[in-house]
């Protein structure tokens, strides 16, 4: 009797589920919105830019070097820095641990490419400003990097633009460093950091 009920009402049920299934089912996209879906999953999709970035990803020492004039000596400081990628491969994140002139300091910067721009891109912030240093450039297959960025001067209220260097002299040591005006307006090197990966 079971199995006869059974029967009977398993043609209803499927009947019922129809609708619902196909409501279920994926849209239609005319050729416009297909082709806008194409572009928005090329832009998005992790390449070997983003590859080469997370080649990158571990724990490093620093040794970091700064200049207020270019014929003084520089202050020399150490730290840490720790490198992941987010978002599923598309960003990497570096955190930094050190002192700037016998503070404490901390540092978050990110850095990725654009598939749209064909540019790498990196944003810095710390805990000596509130607000943030916006960066764009290149890299070469050998992971050399060139950036130019700017941020708004405390003193001034202006803003200030530089360009950054990056460079791998060994498997395990890249060398960033920092120019941008010095006090007669001429560019000067500001920072040179020595990344060491433990």
Same mark, same amino acid.
């Given at each position: 009797?079971?199995?006869?009920? !059974? ?40 390449? @070997? ?71 790498? %891109?990196?944003? %810095? ?16 297959? !050998?992971? @050399? ?5 700017? %941020? ?15 460079? %791998? ?30």
């Amino acid at each position: 009797m079971h199995r006869m009920l !059974a029967a009977a009402l398993l043609p209803l049920s499927l009947a019922a589920a129809l609708p619902a299934l196909a409501q279920d089912a994926p849209p239609q996209l005319s050729p416009e919105e297909a082709a806008m879906m194409q572009a928005y999953q090329q832009a998005g999709t992790p390449g @070997a830019a983003h590859a080469a970035l997370a080649k990158t990803v571990g724990d490093y020492t620093l040794s970091i070097r700064s200049w207020n004039a270019p014929d003084a000596p520089p202050t020399v400081e150490t730290g840490t820095a720790t490198r992941s990628m987010v978002l599923g491969g598309r960003v990497l994140v570096e955190q930094v641990q050190s002192q700037m002139y016998g503070q404490p300091f901390t540092g978050h910067g990110m850095h990725g490419y654009d598939n749209v721009t064909g540019k790498h %891109w990196a944003t %810095w912030n710390d805990s000596m400003s509130t607000g943030l240093m916006v960066s764009e450039g290149s890299c070469d297959d !050998a992971g @050399a990097c060139s950036f130019t960025g700017s %941020w708004n001067d405390p003193v001034t209220k202006g803003r200030i633009t530089t360009r950054m260097t990056s460079r %791998w002299t060994s498997p395990t040591v890249e060398v960033f460093e920092m120019y941008g005006p010095g006090p007669d307006g001429q560019e000067m090197k500001m920072m040179e950091i020595t990344y060491t990966r433990q």
